[in-house]
């Protein structure tokens, strides 16, 4: 399964058609990423790692990044396949959310001015402001109050 999906974004990338040997840098970018994502945990061991589907139908992909060996930055990759990237890290075990069926004004709200989730590394602020970063499960309830669908997330 990861192969195939691997495959299918390399191909479906317009620089790389025809080219066989980027397409295939470009599948070990993507396990490298993979494997990246999937060692980004929280303390507690959970995934640090969540994909959003937006209300206008974007995929993207949030998790902790390694830097000499401690997590510190964050990373976010915007999704080429849409759907189809959404549906394969929702199979991955990776906390999905799905804007698209959120009230579009209580999302609104949520995101332009909700706290931002903290990703492993982050430091959580104690501060209620709009860019002061917040426990993942704190900031996706509100996205589950205003509607969205959750995915792999237990206890919100």
């Known amino acids: 399964m990861i192969y195939r999906y691997l495959n299918a974004q390399a191909k479906a990338w317009p620089y790389y058609a025809g080219d066989r040997a980027k397409q295939r840098q470009s599948i070990r970018d993507g396990v490298r990423m993979l494997r990246q994502m999937f060692s980004c945990r929280y303390?507690?061991?959970?995934?640090?790692?969540?994909?959003?589907?937006?209300?206008?139908?974007?995929?993207?992909?949030?998790?902790?990044?390694?830097?000499?060996?401690?997590?510190?930055?964050?990373?976010?990759?915007?999704?080429?396949?849409?759907?189809?990237?959404?549906e394969f890290y929702k199979a991955l075990g990776v906390p999905c959310v799905d804007c698209y069926t959120a009230d579009y004004d209580k999302l609104f709200k949520v995101v332009v001015a909700g706290p931002l989730y903290a990703l492993p590394g982050d430091k959580v602020d104690e501060r209620r402001s709009s860019l002061s970063y917040h426990p993942l499960v704190e900031v996706l309830a509100g996205y589950k109050a205003a509607g969205a669908t959750l995915f792999n997330l237990e206890g919100v």
């Open 43 to 86: 303390e507690d061991g959970t995934l640090g790692a969540v994909c959003t589907r937006s209300y206008a139908g974007d995929v993207s992909l949030s998790f902790g990044q390694h830097k000499d060996g401690k997590l510190t930055i964050g990373r976010t990759t915007l999704s080429g396949l849409g759907d189809a990237d959404f």
